[in-house]
């Protein structure tokens, strides 16, 4: 009884199908298409993923990183007054000294000295 249904559901799509391939413009036959060849394509990479997640949930991957952590930065404490704390370095006596700018001085030229 299962395999008539199955059948019967069969025959049914392939007649609608071909019905709407008939009616339907080469543009959006095209579009129908496009649509079920990416879904058709989405389904096994679901599957990958979902695989992946399953077996990383279930231990099957080491979770710990394959590098030595890195060390927590040293902070500098002071035990001394404000005043004698160094204070920063002023940041302007990093930067090199720029060159002088050099201007141009535009000016009008008469047709005489043009030619």
């Keep these: 009884m299962k ?12 007649c ?7 009616k339907l413009a080469p543009d959006a036959l095209a579009v129908v298409i ?11 990479t679901s599957l990958v993923l979902l695989m992946v997640l ?11 990183p394959s ?4 060390p927590a930065p040293r902070s500098t404490y002071y035990d ?12 302007y006596d990093a930067w090199p000294a720029l060159p002088p700018t050099v201007r141009t ?7 005489e000295e043009w030619q």
């Design 80 to 91: 001394a007054p404000a005043e004698q704390v160094p204070a920063l370095p002023d940041p």
């Design 34 to 44: 496009g649509v079920i060849v990416g879904i058709a394509a989405a389904i096994p």
């Design 67 to 70: 590098y030595a952590p890195t």
């Design 54 to 64: 399953n077996r990383r949930e279930a231990g099957g991957y080491d979770d710990a």
């Design 105 to 111: 001085v535009i000016r009008e030229v008469t047709r």
């Design 16 to 22: 609608l199908a071909v019905t709407a391939a008939e």
């Design 3 to 14: 395999y008539l249904f199955g059948a019967l559901a069969g025959i049914f799509a392939l």
